[in-house]
């Protein structure tokens, strides 16, 4: 049936398979998307020497989900493909159903891809409904670029061979290579109450029949919006790389200032991205600029994303997580002879001069900062206050509220990973404490 590219999906799909690596999966719903993919992989040698399985997730939402299992399992044998199903839970609070269910399947797609590839049936009309959709809730241009034809996905990578052609195509195909095959009708795809069915059957069939070539123009402002966007990635990645201080999780301030609006915005989405596996949105990003980075200098800004919060102390960004911002309020004593005792979500070692761990020689008292603490760093100089220390070490107002305070007898000696006197190396010489923060160490 491969006469020629227009009246077949076979050429899109054989030079998509000559440029990927096995295994190769069909992600197989039933429908008649997923099944004209399946059956033209099906007739693929390239594919089925590639080892060829379908992968059938099972959202488990609809009540004759069991019914449709069934249906794919009979499709794939009939074929001769093995299929595996996949039953996943769909979590819907605080997401939606849409978006949960997709989250679910996603995740699924990454447990089975086992280094190889996973292709989806996705085609030009479901561009233009993204685009559309994404555009109605106020997406960037990150957004309206919508679906990638490929992209890298858990250890292997996702590949949609048909994204630029007509689903009339793919249909027609269909029916005419296997016209005896039956597919399912999912009933949530014609559910006006969820958002991308009344663009489906609601919306787009309106601008369609003004604009004929609607489809085609939005997938194509969809192409267009990510390469534009790729260019932006390319730039905000070496931005970012710029602006990163040694430890990560900070950028400098005066280095994002000199970058363009689009770069310093896509800066800040990988270095979230990065940090904690999102990235925020357009009005997120707005309110860190405004709320974070723009705030007077004199305050300690803060902006919660998440489960992570955006800092700043001085002319540095922090992003960090929240448990990590927050005072560590504890008092207890270190009794002689023990090597470690725990202070809140933290343990302290004792440690000699080789990182070696030892016993305190006797015993000392550790508490968190109440304020007007003063410590003699030097013998023979002055008593300080231990905010200025502070200061002067630039340590950030939330680090100082988890710093564990040393104190032999009334004397304090040391605060935890930030300085020590010497008075601490007078009473035991070589002793060092260090504090495990989430499989760091910080050292006095």
Same mark, same amino acid.
């Given at each position: 049936?491969?006469?020629?590219?227009?009246?077949?999906?076979?050429?899109?799909?054989?030079?998509?398979?000559?440029?990927?690596?096995?295994?190769?999966?069909?992600?197989?719903?039933?429908?008649?998307?997923?099944?004209?993919?399946l059956?033209?992989?099906?007739?693929?040698?390239?594919?089925?020497?590639?080892?060829?399985r379908a992968?059938?997730?099972?959202?488990?939402?609809?009540?004759?989900?069991?019914?449709?299992a069934?249906?794919?399992?009979?499709?794939?044998?009939?074929?001769?493909?093995?299929?595996?199903?996949?039953?996943?839970?769909?979590?819907?609070?605080?997401q939606?159903?849409?978006?949960?269910?997709?989250?679910?399947?996603?995740?699924?797609?990454?447990c089975?891809?086992?280094?190889g590839?996973?292709?989806?049936?996705?085609?030009?009309?479901?561009?233009a409904?993204?685009v559309l !959709?994404?555009? &109605?809730?106020g /997406?960037?241009?990150? *957004?309206?670029?919508?679906?990638? $034809?490929?992209?890298?996905? +858990? #250890?292997?990578?996702?590949?949609?061979?048909?994204?630029?052609?007509p689903?009339?195509?793919?249909?027609?195909w269909?029916?005419e290579?296997?016209?005896?095959?039956?597919?399912?009708?999912?009933?949530?795809?014609?559910?006006?109450?969820?958002?991308?069915?009344?663009?489906?059957?609601?919306?787009?069939?309106?601008?369609?029949?003004?604009?004929?070539?609607a489809?085609?123009?939005?997938?194509?402002?969809a192409?267009?919006?990510?390469?534009?966007?790729?260019?932006?990635?390319?730039?905000a990645?070496?931005?970012l790389?710029?602006?990163?201080?040694?430890?990560?999780?900070?950028?400098?301030?005066?280095? !994002?200032?000199? &970058?363009?609006? /689009?770069?310093?915005? *896509?800066?800040?989405r990988?270095? $979230?991205?990065?940090?904690? +596996? #999102?990235?925020?949105?357009f009005?997120?990003?707005?309110?860190?600029?405004?709320?974070?980075?723009?705030?007077?200098?004199?305050?300690?800004?803060?902006?919660?994303?998440?489960?992570?919060?955006?800092?700043?102390?001085?002319?540095?960004?922090?992003?960090?997580?929240?448990?990590?911002?927050?005072?560590?309020?504890?008092?207890?004593?270190?009794?002689?002879?023990?090597?470690?005792?725990?202070y809140?979500?933290?343990?302290?070692?004792?440690?000699?001069?080789?990182?070696?761990?030892?016993?305190?020689?006797?015993?000392?008292?550790?508490?968190?900062?109440?304020?007007g603490?003063?410590?003699?760093?030097r013998a023979?100089?002055?008593r300080?206050?231990l905010?200025?220390?502070?200061?002067?070490?630039?340590?950030?107002?939330?680090?100082?509220?988890?710093?564990?305070?040393?104190y032999?007898?009334?004397?304090?000696?040391?605060?935890?990973?930030?300085?020590?006197?010497?008075?601490?190396?007078n009473?035991?010489?070589?002793?060092?404490?260090?504090?495990?923060?989430?499989?760091?160490?910080?050292?006095?």
């Open positions: 049936m491969d006469r020629n590219a227009s009246s077949s999906p076979l050429p899109l799909l054989r030079a998509c398979i000559e440029s990927t690596r096995g295994p190769l999966t069909v992600a197989f719903s039933g429908g008649a998307d997923s099944t004209a993919l059956v033209a992989c099906a007739h693929s040698e390239s594919a089925r020497s590639m080892g060829l992968l059938h997730v099972h959202h488990g939402l609809h009540q004759d989900a069991d019914a449709w069934e249906h794919c399992t009979a499709v794939a044998a009939a074929l001769g493909i093995a299929l595996i199903v996949e039953r996943v839970q769909v979590d819907p609070r605080g939606g159903i849409e978006a949960a269910a997709r989250a679910a399947r996603f995740a699924a797609f990454e089975h891809i086992d280094g590839t996973l292709l989806l049936a996705q085609h030009q009309d479901d561009q409904e993204t !959709l994404r555009l &109605l809730r /997406a960037a241009i990150d *957004g309206v670029a919508a679906m990638r $034809a490929r992209r890298s996905l +858990g #250890s292997g990578e996702l590949r949609r061979p048909w994204l630029t052609l689903r009339a195509t793919i249909l027609s269909l029916r290579t296997a016209p005896m095959l039956r597919w399912l009708d999912d009933p949530a795809n014609i559910d006006p109450k969820f958002d991308r069915s009344f663009v489906r059957h609601g919306l787009l069939p309106q601008i369609v029949a003004r604009f004929p070539a489809r085609e123009r939005l997938a194509r402002f192409h267009l919006a990510r390469e534009q966007q790729d260019e932006i990635d390319r730039a990645a070496q931005a790389a710029s602006c990163r201080h040694l430890d990560r999780a900070c950028l400098d301030l005066d280095g !994002l200032a000199v &970058l363009s609006p /689009a770069i310093r915005r *896509g800066a800040l990988q270095f $979230a991205l990065e940090r904690y +596996g #999102s990235m925020p949105g009005h997120e990003l707005e309110r860190i600029e405004r709320e974070v980075i723009g705030a007077r200098e004199d305050a300690d800004p803060q902006l919660i994303v998440g489960n992570y919060v955006f800092r700043r102390y001085r002319r540095t960004l922090y992003l960090l997580p929240i448990i990590q911002t927050e005072p560590i309020v504890v008092e207890t004593v270190w009794p002689a002879g023990a090597e470690r005792v725990p809140g979500p933290l343990t302290l070692r004792a440690m000699d001069r080789v990182g070696g761990q030892v016993a305190v020689p006797s015993t000392l008292r550790l508490c968190s900062r109440q304020g603490e003063r410590m003699q760093v023979g100089g002055p300080r206050e905010r200025d220390l502070f200061q002067e070490l630039s340590v950030p107002p939330w680090q100082r509220a988890r710093t564990p305070l040393l032999a007898g009334s004397t304090l000696v040391a605060a935890i990973g930030v300085i020590a006197s010497d008075a601490l190396a009473i035991w010489p070589g002793l060092r404490i260090a504090a495990e923060r989430s499989q760091q160490c910080s050292m006095v």
